[in-house]
């Protein structure tokens, strides 16, 4: 039997074969077949997951709600030290210094990234600012965010502050970042489905054990992580009911 694994599309794409590396090595280490399918947008990815097409997942917070209630996953581990937080940023020609100097009818670039969106979206109440007032424009990635704003096409962006960091040099220095998340608790992660929920236990220790050695440590190094950490179901229906709280 093939397993499905596959990684939330809001991933850095400097990461790409970071994560084809890490399925080669987890079908060794588990003696399990396991392809590895990458899908380019939220749209495809959760289709997949409603025709039970998924059996193993790096999920994004937003979607490990309807995963672990709606479709039987639990949750595995999480990259130590990363939580998921939202940058918005404009144009460093723009002359907007904080989220109070943007004003209603701006157009604002995103992704379809449902808990940056959120995140995004509460910083910028702080400026009276919601969906009603603002003009939203969807990017498939967020080089793409960062394209609008260089173009000026939009005047202001949501990213992942993780793929921010990841912009180059020459990109970041054309923007400026207006304010950045800091909640936290809110993080991806690793999810088994229903198919290999009794091995939950064998294959989260096998991932905690890869920072132990040199040659496991630089698949990690090549998704940018340090090491995995555990994630329990309390921890999961924490952040859960976190973002449930959020977004309200």
Known sequence: ????????????????????????????????????????????????IQKGQVDLIYANPFDASMLVREFGFVSLVKAEGISDEAIIAVNAQSNAQDVSDLLPGIRLAITEDPDVHMMGMIMLESADLNTENIHTQISDTYVIVA??????NADAGIFLAE????????????LRVLVRSQISVIHHSLMLGPKLAGRRQEISELLQRMSQ??????????????????VDDEQMEFMIDLMDTLAV
């Open 1 to 48: 039997m093939t397993y499905q694994f596959t990684v939330s599309p809001d991933f850095s794409p400097d990461h790409l074969s970071g994560w084809y590396i890490f399925n080669t090595w987890l079908q060794k280490q588990t003696n399990e077949a396991i392809h590895l399918e990458m899908y380019s947008n939220f749209q495809s990815q959760r289709l997949a």
């Open 147 to 152: 394209k609008q704003l260089l173009q000026n």
């Open 163 to 174: 793929a921010y960091d990841d912009l180059s040099n020459m990109i970041k220095k054309q």
């Open 213 to 230: 050695t040199e040659s496991s440590q630089g698949i990690l190094d090549s998704l940018g992580f340090r090491s995995w950490v555990a």
